[in-house]
């Protein structure tokens, strides 16, 4: 008789980052030009005013450097993170 198999390990479990683990990222002054939304697979973030360029580059390295992008579709533009960890 042959051995039973042995269980197949258990695939790791991504953590998920939620809208309070994205907001940390920003400086306050930033923060609080923003909106921040937690849908399935991402965190969309959505100015709340104009951000002038320079504050526009500032948002966008950040988000880049968590591994988000911007979405460029009019007025419905936005950053997104994704939620699940790497």
């Given at each position: 008789?042959?051995?039973?198999?042995?269980?197949?390990?258990?695939?790791?479990v991504?953590?998920?980052?939620?809208?309070?683990?994205?907001?940390?990222?920003?400086?306050?002054?930033?923060e609080?030009?923003?909106?921040?939304?937690?849908?399935?697979?991402?965190?969309?973030?959505?100015?709340?005013?104009?951000?002038?360029?320079?504050?526009?580059?500032?948002?966008?390295?950040?988000?880049?450097?968590?591994g988000g992008?911007?979405i460029?579709?009019?007025?419905?533009?936005?950053?997104?993170?994704?939620?699940?960890?790497?």
């Open positions: 008789m042959a051995a039973p198999a042995a269980p197949a390990p258990a695939a790791p991504a953590r998920m980052q939620s809208v309070a683990d994205v907001r940390t990222m920003f400086p306050k002054e930033l609080d030009m923003l909106t921040f939304e937690e849908t399935g697979k991402y965190i969309i973030i959505k100015p709340r005013q104009y951000l002038g360029s320079e504050n526009f580059a500032k948002i966008a390295s950040l988000v880049r450097s968590a992008e911007y460029s579709a009019g007025k419905e533009s936005h950053f997104r993170v994704s939620r699940e960890l790497r």
